[in-house]
Each structure stands twice: as structure tokens, then as C-alpha cells.
């Protein structure tokens, strides 16, 4: 297939953002006093408005036309249907059926998934609700307090994420902690303080090859005898969750303690099967069927709505519109709510690894700007260190502000206070200032006219930054199982619009490779592989120093 870049509808959009360059948000907006309303909408408990984009309906309705020229829904019904559309390793694309609370049969190879699905499920329930009842003991008969997750990448950052975002669901134990580095101090740090006798290990991998994990699981695994006196020991403190149950038995774990997962399930979109394990016993599997049930309603509305009005899609288009023709290359992700801590690090995996693509699907190199650098923390810290750049720095950078209007804890006026904050930031971005506003500021503030002057070009701001804002009423399981839901959409839309497959990863695969031959070369102490002359310099001086 030729590249997209061919279409007429990425040329009319080309054309098109010649006129947009030239156009301030201040002047649609003040031309037109329904585009706030026009351009808001509302979906699974979240609300988006959309209107502070350098976009008008003629650009949304040619960003539409695009969505159409790549089929856009054909690919979307491709996905819910289970075929194989991860086509480098020939496997469906199915983190939906892992929170088909509906239970419709999907359909992988000719054979209903659900069955599975929902097995592994009342395993999660039944375990879960034991540790956390306390009738799953330890090995000298102790409930468990505190419970370790070692996996690293996917089987990490999800139920990392989840765990600080759902904090206020969590009673005292069992405390979740999270162990991916391989650098040993992570698992040192983790486990100085914990009490072996009431601890549990998960080792959380799809493939149980991943060498962090299961370094880490190994030393974590000795730390564990070394405390108990016997291996037996294993047996009441660690579990697994993988594809790969001939790995997990010659590990040690009972396959009766291992939870399985599926190849048709990405490791960025796992957090909704086993991998989720630490989320439900960390807030209970009630909490965590809810966290499924608002990522289904947000599939629901994905697979239904038409793409005018459908959320993920919007965000996507609006992504491609600055990435592919207004120039920009990074995309901020702005939580003003600190349980959001780690939504910008688990989106960074899940958007970079999945649309950080250089071929089509077809092998052809792309002639087009595909995904962005991904990036974020929570308001208002991010306010006082890096939104200068934002404001007044050369790059165009378009952020998500997402807030919830609730709180869960409402302390004095701290959360009205954040919300200004988010709310401001916006309008700011949005208006910016204009030099006679800057120049009147000033005067007014009794500078003389010569000060004012110099300070004026400092003190303008060009304004016209995109924004989006996506406002919940408050963050629950089912919210944030939306809000998670909606950027796993956006990456597939924009993967289809970029024509890429955002199920692979073979990008990460060189330099595991590189690791390997180079760890012999330092257990045996002499640099044997053919190396570049920087590589093998430090080698060479690592080993002399070491
Ligand atoms: O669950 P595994 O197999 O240990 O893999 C961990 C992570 O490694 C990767 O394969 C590459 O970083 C990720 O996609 C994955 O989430």
C-alpha cells in the first residue's frame, strides 16, 4: 500500500495547516461563542474539552476524512474481533477481552476466549480475597502484610500505576511494592524493612525470561530461604504470573500458584489480567472487577460512537494533527492529582513502545512523523519546573490536563487551589499575552515607560499552546479503568492512521542482545567481541577499575 503521506486526504490537511499556522485560538474563539460547547464531550464518566486546539470544524472534519481513507473502523472492528492484527508476530490484539464484562464470546482462532478469561479471573478473586482474609499464611503460619511485585516494563508500570492511583481504596495490608531495576539496590530498598515471614513474591512475566526479573526474582528467592531456614519456604511466598508455566516450575513455583496469561495479550496492555494480581489484593477484587468495568465502558463507547463523537478517536486526530503537520514532537501528560503520579510513566511505555515505529505494517519506511516522546507529572510540581518551556520556549507542545472534580481528600481549600492552578494553566496556554497587555501591566504596576519597554518582549506570551482537559467526577476504579481505557484507544488510532504496528517491539530487543554477549565478556574479565572503539574503551576501563 502506498504511504499515507500520498493520500488526498493527508495533502488536504497539509494545505490546510498552512492556514491554521496563521490562526490564534483567541480569534476562534471570540468569533464563535459555541465552540467551547461544541467541542466538549462526554463518555464513561470522563469529560473532554477539546475546544483550546488549534483546530477548527473544517480541520476536525478533514482529520475525519483521513480516519476514513485508512479505515479506520474497519481496523477497530479487526481488534474487537480477535484477528491477528499484531502482524510481525501473527497474534490478536485483545486486552478487551480481558474486561468484557459483558461476556460476548470473542473469537481467536474459531475458539470463545472468555471461558479462559474469566477463569483466570476467579482464580485472581479466590486468592486474592484468601491474602487478604488472611488464610493464605505464610510458611510459619503468619498472614501476609506486605506483598513484592518483580516484573519490569508491562508487568510493572500498570499495576504500579493503579496501586498509587487507587491509594484511598487500600486499607493498611497488604501494602503493594513494586521491584523492576535490576540494579540491586531496588529489591535492597524494597525489602530492607520487610518482614520475610509475612511477605509475598510475585514474579509478574509474560515470557519468565526477562532478565531484571528474573535476576531480581532469584536473589529475592534467596533473601527469602537465607531468612526462613528452607527452601520449602518458596512454596508460601511466591507466585507467578505468566505464559510460561514450564519456566515458572523449573523457578521453584508451584504451577498451582501461577496465574496464566495469553500471547494475545501485549505486555503494555496487561494490567487487565493477572498482571493486575497486585491491584487486587492491594484494593480488592471488588475494586479491581470495577477498574474492568470502566475500561469496558470505554471500549463500549469506542466501538460504537462515530468517530465525531468519539473520544479516543479525537485525541488521536488531534495528536496526528500537531505531530504529522503542525511539527510537534513530544506530547505532555499533565495529572492534577497526585495519585495520577505514575500516569505519565505508564503511558510513556504504553504509547512510545507501541507507536515508536520507523516501518508500515507492510515493511515500507515512513516518510511521516510517527509516535512522540511521551511526558508528564502531576500539577502543579511540573508548573514550577518545566512549564516555562510550555509557555514561552520554542517547541509546540500539546499537554493533557486531566483533574478530577472531587477529591479524596479534602483538606481545607487545597484541592480548590489545584484546580485553579489547572484551570489558569490552560487559559493561559490558550490566551497567552499580548505585548500592549504586558505594556498596560506594567504601567499600571508604576513602571516608567523605558522599563516597561525593555521588559515587555520577556513579559508577552504568543499563547495559541493546545490543550486538552479531561475532567472526572472523581477518581475511582471505574474512572480510571475509563481514562486508561481511552489512551490504550488513542495509541491504536493513531497506530492505524501511521499505519505501524503498535503490538510489536522489536526496538528493545538489539540492546538486550548487546547485553548479553557484553555480561560474558565481564564475568570472564577481558573484552573478546568485536566492539566499536568507544564500547570497548569503556569496557576496558570499567574492568580496570572495577
Ligand atoms: O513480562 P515480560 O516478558 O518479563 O516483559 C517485560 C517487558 O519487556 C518488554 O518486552 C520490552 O521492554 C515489554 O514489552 C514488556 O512489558
Known sequence: MALVTNTPQWQALTAHWQQMSKVHMRDLFARDGGRAERMSLDAAGLHLDYSKNIASDETLALLFDLARAVDLEGWRARMFAGEPINNTEQRAVLHVALRNRANRPVLVDGRDVMPDVNAVLEQVRVFSEGLRAGTWKGFTGKAITDVVNIGIGGSNLGPKMVCAALRPYQGATPRPHFVSNVDGTHLMD??????????????????????????????????????????????????AVSTNAAAVAAFGIDTENMFGFWDWVGGRYSLWSAIGLPIAIAVGFDNFSELLAGAHDMDAHFRSAPLERNLPVIMALLGVWYVDFAGARSQAILPYDQSLEYF??????????????????GGVRVDYATGPVVW???????????????????????????????????????????????????????????????????????????????????????????????????????????????????????????????????????????????????????????????????????????
Not at 531468612?227 to 508460601?236: C, F, Q
Not at 505508564?346 to 507507536?355: C, H, I, L, R
Open 344 to 361: 505519565p510513566a505508564y503511558f510513556q511505555q504504553g504509547d512510545m513502545e507501541s507507536n515508536g515505529k520507523h516501518v508500515t505494517r
Open 190 to 239: 524494597t525489602v530492607r524493612g520487610l518482614d520475610p515471614e509475612t511477605t509475598l513474591f510475585i514474579v509478574a512475566s509474560k515470557t519468565f525470561t526477562t532478565q531484571e526479573t528474573m535476576t531480581n526474582a532469584h536473589s529475592a528467592r534467596q533473601w527469602l530461604v537465607a531468612a526462613l531456614g528452607s527452601e520449602a519456604a518458596v512454596r508460601n511466598h511466591f507466585v
Open 376 to 546: 508528564g507529572q502531576p500539577g502543579t510540581d511540573g508548573q514550577h519546573a518545566f512549564y516555562q518551556l510550555i509557555h514561552q520556549g520554542t517547541e509546540l507542545i500539546p499537554a493533557d490536563f486531566i483533574a478530577p472534580i472531587h477529591s479524596h481528600n479534602p483538606l481545607g481549600d487545597h484541592h480548590a487551589k489545584l484546580l485553579a492552578n489547572c484551570f489558569a494553566q490552560t487559559e493561559a496556554l490558550m490566551r497567552g499575552r499580548t505585548l500592549d497587555e504586558a505594556l498596560a501591566e506594567m504601567r499600571a504596576g508604576g513602571l516608567s515607560e523605558a522599563e516597561s519597554a525593555r521588559l515587555a518582549p520577556h513579559r508577552q506570551f504568543d499563547g495559541n499552546r493546545p490543550t486538552n482537559t479531561l475532567l472526572m467526577d472523581q477518581l475511582t476504579p471505574r474512572t480510571l479503568g475509563a481514562l486508561i481505557a481511552l489512551y490504550e484507544h488513542k495509541i491504536f488510532c493513531q497506530g492505524i492512521v501511521w499505519d505501524i504496528n503498535s503490538f510489536d517491539q522489536w526496538g528493545v530487543e538489539l540492546g538486550k542482545q548487546l547485553a548479553g554477549v557484553i555480561l560474558d565478556e565481564l564475568a570472564a574479565g577481558k573484552v573478546t567481541a568485536d566492539h566499536d572503539a568507544s564500547t570497548r574503551a569503556l569496557l576496558e576501563y570499567y574492568l580496570r577499575r572495577r
